[in-house]
């Protein structure tokens, strides 16, 4: 058995006994559902993390930066994660107040509609038991590639690794492995970003060695290879695609199902705040090492084949061995967090959110739901070939339209009714599924203005417009949602306030900082590399990547002062106060007519 084996056996074990052994405490379906409502910050910024990133980022995202697309991949200012910071202030803390056990039962709630429920529930069950599916069959192969394992030897090892302690922990365990993978795969992945840019010469000379790969020669620039033979013939078809995919990530990452439902778990509104925040940092530094290094192993080997094995081929050739097996344990991990989170989720929906019960749900029957859900999975994995991988450009990209707009006016709009978030949550859905779907297959052709996110978006909003103007609002559903936007008392606290308020200052200090970083050691080494120097050997600021790495500041500055503002007004309990009485006289007036 060699190092690489041996680490990832002995890391999938300890996982598999942690998380078991945290279903100990597991005493009811709160425990099992939620963790018990009590999970602090860095358990909610270790979930939210590891739950997202999986095989795709490792493989997949590392693989498309190291065949051409770093430089925008670094540059662009996460247009996407800061979904985090607008879905919890404007989202997630809204939902945590439901105190639902899942995400689609709190749409059920807020129509007073088991429909709704069952339609989101539905969405659930086909958009994450897909994914589910893709993220097992991609932990399967890296697993196959690495050990002795056969493929369908590496599926049961795979499927059993994170479906033992899903299943009897419920969200007790996964939230506490997804802390503990997101710790491995975290520092694995800056050690190993440290040693391969020290063997480069730094990052500087790196990135003015990179310039130099003669058959990649925009690969650094701001928007990569493009041209006869990509999916982007010119500059801006590419800006548009990119800006479309990021703005509809964005949205997943503030209501898809494996993101917002993090926040139900949460000790209270403060925790949902401050780890959306965090969680929001701790992707971009993770996003910045895996493109960059995706990218600069060029300067080493620019002839990878296939390109979603760069990462797995530095981890073996360009670093010593035992830092190698750790990123590749770590790499199998982000897998299984992914796996166990969609599997918790599904296994819920199923058990929660379609049939409406007359008896009362138990802890027996939702953990017999959820093993006939993993033997449903694990027998797709054997009859579906892993060329589905496809199914993870778009399947999450389908909550952006299904439940993005519902999501949002579920909480901000006083018109929108039952039947219309009903229609709002299936047309989003396949609106988005049916274009994917047959542009994959060639039937079709989009221009990027005309991402199938994007159609779905506007075709749920469309609907939801059209329906309510026909509809109307009862009054359990206007009552309920006035009732979320009481804050609680227990949050109206100084102290934790002023805590709270320490993550959007870092924002601003971000949004200052960055533009610096990027310009001293990304924009300045290109230009040098790629003679776009001045005459007088000064920067070229009316360059693409200079005005990329100076839009940093013009996003997150106003953000974190956004969120500054936000979260006093809401929480400060002198500011609040005012408030909050005249919601309750307005509740009181509509609870008695």
């Known amino acids: 058995m060699d190092i690489f084996t041996l680490t990832i056996a002995v890391s999938i074990i300890f996982f598999v006994v942690i998380g078991s052994y945290a279903g100990r405490s597991v005493k009811n379906l709160d425990d099992y559902f939620v963790a018990g409502r009590r999970a602090p910050t860095l358990f909610i910024v270790g979930t939210l993390v590891a739950s997202v990133l999986s095989t795709s980022i490792f493989l997949g995202e590392a693989g498309?930066?190291?065949?051409?697309?770093?430089?925008?991949?670094?540059?662009?200012?996460?247009?996407?994660?800061?979904?985090?910071?607008?879905?919890?202030?404007l989202f997630g803390t809204f939902l945590r107040r439901s105190r639902a056990p899942t995400v689609a039962d709190f749409f059920g709630r807020r129509f007073n509609s088991h429909r709704v429920q069952q339609a989101a529930g539905v969405t659930i069950i086909a958009g994450l038991g897909?994914?589910?599916?893709?993220?097992?069959?991609?932990?399967?192969?890296?697993?196959?590639?690495?050990?002795?394992?056969?493929?369908?030897?590496?599926?049961?090892?795979?499927?059993?690794?994170?479906?033992?302690?899903?299943?009897?922990?419920?969200?007790?365990?996964?939230?506490?492995?997804d802390t503990l993978m997101f710790l491995l795969f975290s520092v694995a992945t800056l050690l190993f970003a440290i040693v391969v840019i020290d063997n480069f010469g730094g990052i500087s000379t790196a990135i003015s060695d990179l310039t130099q790969i003669e058959s990649k020669p925009d690969i650094a620039s701001w928007h990569g290879t493009i041209g006869p033979g990509t999916e982007w013939p010119t500059a801006s078809d590419y800006l548009i695609w990119t800006l479309i995919i990021d703005m509809s990530w964005g949205i997943v990452y503030a209501v898809g199902p494996w993101q917002s439902s993090r926040h139900l778990m949460a000790r209270d509104e403060h925790v949902v705040v401050r780890a959306a925040i965090y969680s929001c940092f701790a992707v971009i530094l993770m996003q910045l090492l895996i493109y960059g290094i995706g990218g600069l192993i060029n300067i080493a080997n620019p002839d990878i084949t296939p390109s979603e094995t760069v990462i797995i081929w530095a981890a073996k050739n360009l670093v010593p061995e035992f830092l190698g097996a750790l990123l590749l344990a770590g790499i199998v991990a982000a897998a299984l967090s992914s796996a166990s989170t969609f599997l918790s989720l599904v296994g819920f929906s199923v058990s929660n959110d379609?049939?409406?019960?007359?008896?009362?749900?138990?802890?027996?029957?939702?953990?017999?739901?959820?093993?006939?859900?993993?033997?449903?999975?694990?027998?797709?994995?054997?009859?579906f070939p892993p060329s589905i991988f496809w199914l993870m450009l778009f399947i999450a990209t389908v909550f952006a339209a299904s439940w993005?707009?519902?999501?949002?006016?579920?909480?901000?709009?006083?018109?929108?009714?039952?039947?219309?978030?009903?229609?709002?949550?299936?047309t989003g859905f396949v609106f988005n599924v049916v274009p994917a779907a047959a542009e994959y297959l060639g039937l079709i052709?989009?221009?990027?203005?005309?991402?199938?996110?994007l159609i779905g978006i506007v075709v749920s909003l469309i609907t939801i417009i059209l329906v309510s103007r026909r509809g109307k609002v009862t009054r359990p559903e206007a009552i309920y949602r006035m009732r979320l936007h009481r804050t609680p008392r227990s949050d109206c606290d100084l102290r934790k306030t002023k805590t709270t308020l320490l993550a959007p200052i870092f924002l601003v200090a971000y949004g200052c900082i960055m533009p610096l970083v990027f310009i001293n050691y990304y924009v300045l080494p290109y230009q040098r590399g790629a003679g776009q120097l001045l005459a007088d050997g000064t920067i070229n600021w009316a360059s693409g990547e200079t005005i990329l790495a100076l839009s940093t500041a013009a996003l997150y500055i106003p953000l974190g002062l956004i969120s500054v503002w936000i979260i006093w007004h809401r929480y400060s309990p002198s500011v609040n106060r005012r408030y909050n009485l005249s919601k309750a006289h307005a509740l009181e007036l509509a609870e008695h007519g």
């Open 64 to 89: 498309f930066t190291y065949d051409g697309q770093m430089g925008p991949y670094i540059l662009f200012p996460g247009i996407a994660v800061v979904g985090y910071i607008y879905g919890a202030l």
């Open 130 to 177: 897909c994914y589910l599916l893709v993220v097992t069959q991609g932990a399967a192969i890296l697993l196959s590639d690495l050990t002795d394992l056969s493929y369908f030897q590496s599926l049961v090892v795979a499927w059993l690794s994170y479906t033992i302690f899903t299943l009897y922990s419920g969200s007790q365990g996964v939230i506490l492995t």
């Open 354 to 383: 379609l049939i409406k019960r007359k008896e009362a749900l138990t802890l027996k029957s939702t953990r017999l739901l959820m093993l006939v859900t993993g033997l449903i999975v694990l027998a797709a994995s054997f009859y």
């Open 404 to 426: 993005g707009p519902v999501g949002f006016m579920s909480i901000w709009s006083k018109k929108i009714t039952a039947d219309a978030a009903f229609w709002g949550i299936v």
């Open 445 to 453: 052709h989009l221009p990027s203005y005309l991402n199938p996110a």
